[in-house]
């Protein structure tokens, strides 16, 4: 749906922007009415909404969709289900509004004028997200010849946009971090909050941890010992069905989880059952 209504507004705008109406360009009142405009210069509230499916050229909406929203957000979606995503999605973008409208008189004054458009701060999010969730996956990035952890690939497109804050050119980067930080505030949410328990927090930092440390001294032989003698001994699962498992869970490591069939699904979901 979010790829309709983008490639939508975007053959609208250009193949009837030169069409007039009271007298202006259709494509300059669209941008006035619902393109992103400053506060006090022609903003309304659902403005916060409309600009995200608003874009600037093909290009513009060509990396939007398909290296962010198409590469990034489909898994996430896949785990969250349609509903759940569309708000973040929606969500990520006001934010991203926000901070550009606020943010960007003080940090930014050369974007604080003129009317903002495009869905890079939802993208912003959603990157964020799956790097939250995923973040030793690994892509392909152009021109580099191997792929590389999803998480620096993030990392550095969030570094790029607060070194260019303040600098010439026609990127909102404010909007950009401002979609990038909703995201990230969200997941956290959603997995935990921010307390000690928070699994984010627990995933990053085993991330980042260096390799386990090995054992100093001697190696001696181990014992072995029953941990559930006398004890009611735990589900098990039958050893067609654990070799059904294993081939659904290497193709999940190797294609994602949106690539399982239903069947794989339920599968995945009646074991899951067992062993909980």
């Known amino acids: 749906m979010l790829f309709i209504i983008n490639a939508g507004a975007f053959v609208l705008m250009t193949f009837f922007g030169s069409f007039r109406f009271n007298g202006a360009p259709l494509d300059d009142v669209l941008n006035v009415y619902f393109g992103l405009m400053p506060f006090g210069h022609g903003f309304f509230p659902w403005q916060l909404i409309t600009y995200q499916f608003m874009h600037a050229g093909f290009w513009h909406l060509f990396f939007n969709m398909v290296f962010g929203l198409w590469m990034f957000g489909m898994e996430v979606e896949n785990i969250w289900g349609a509903r759940k995503f569309l708000i973040f999605y929606l969500m990520c973008g006001v934010v991203a509004g926000l901070a550009q409208l606020t943010l960007s008189p003080i940090f930014d004054p050369t974007q604080a004028i003129g009317p903002t458009v ?145 069947e794989e699904k339920k599968i995945l979901f009646e074991a899951s059952k067992k062993l909980n």
């Open 118 to 262: 495009g869905a890079s701060g939802s993208v912003y999010g959603v990157m964020v997200a799956f790097a939250t969730m995923f973040p030793d996956r690994e892509i392909f990035v152009f021109p580099l010849p191997v792929p590389v952890r999803v998480k620096f690939v993030v990392m550095f497109l969030i570094v790029m946009g607060v070194m260019s804050v303040g600098q010439q050119g026609n990127v909102a980067n404010l909007a950009h971090l401002g979609g990038a930080l909703a995201g990230y505030v969200f997941v956290v949410y959603d997995r935990g909050g921010f307390g000690s328990n928070s699994r984010v927090f627990a995933d990053w930092k085993r991330t980042f941890t260096t390799a386990s440390k090995r054992p100093s001294g001697n190696v001696v032989d181990a014992k072995v010992f029953d941990i559930h003698d006398g004890k009611p001994k735990p589900p098990t699962i039958e050893p067609d069905t654990q070799k059904k498992i294993d081939g659904i869970l290497d193709k999940i490591s190797q294609s994602g989880y949106q690539s399982l069939t239903e």
